[in-house]
Nanobody, 122 residues
Framework: VQLVESGGGLVQAGGSLRLSCVVSGTDSLYTTAWFRQRPGNEREFVAGRSWIHTRTYYSDSVKGRFTIPRDPGKNALDLQMNSLKPEDTAVYYC?????????????????WGQGTQVTVSS
């Protein structure tokens, strides 16, 4: 199973970016999520979607600004990030797990992408 992320970059505060993640190498469905890691911090949950009911979940820090667009495809997870702030600067990782529950704990995910840098300038 491989996860490939794309879409990071540099943007000014208030701008937008869209991240994409594709899970390949499997026909099974996976619960997918985005995490981010700022320098010196632990990896933190950003948003996720269950494969069984497609309900989406967001952390309080991004709710209302970030959205997971509906149905980008099986085992794919886009993240539309609007109204970006300098504190959103981090490496963003896509993660996947077979269980249908979206968890906010990084250790509960089985597969990870290589990460994509998002930098928001003030």
């Amino acid at each position: 199973v491989q996860l490939v992320e794309s879409g990071g970059g540099l943007v000014q505060a208030g701008g937008s970016l869209r991240l994409s993640c594709v899970v390949s190498g499997t026909d099974s469905l996976y619960t997918t999520a985005w995490f981010r890691q700022r320098p010196g911090n632990e990896r933190e949950f950003v948003a996720g979607r269950s494969w069984i009911h497609t309900r989406t979940y967001y952390s309080d820090s991004v709710k209302g600004r970030f959205t997971i667009p509906r149905d980008p495809g099986k085992n794919a997870l886009d993240l539309q990030m609007n109204s970006l702030k300098p504190e959103d600067t981090a490496v963003y990782y896509c993660a996947a797990r077979r269980d249908s529950v979206v968890e906010s704990t990084a250790d509960l995910y089985d597969y990870w992408g290589q990460g994509t840098q998002v930098t928001v300038s003030s």
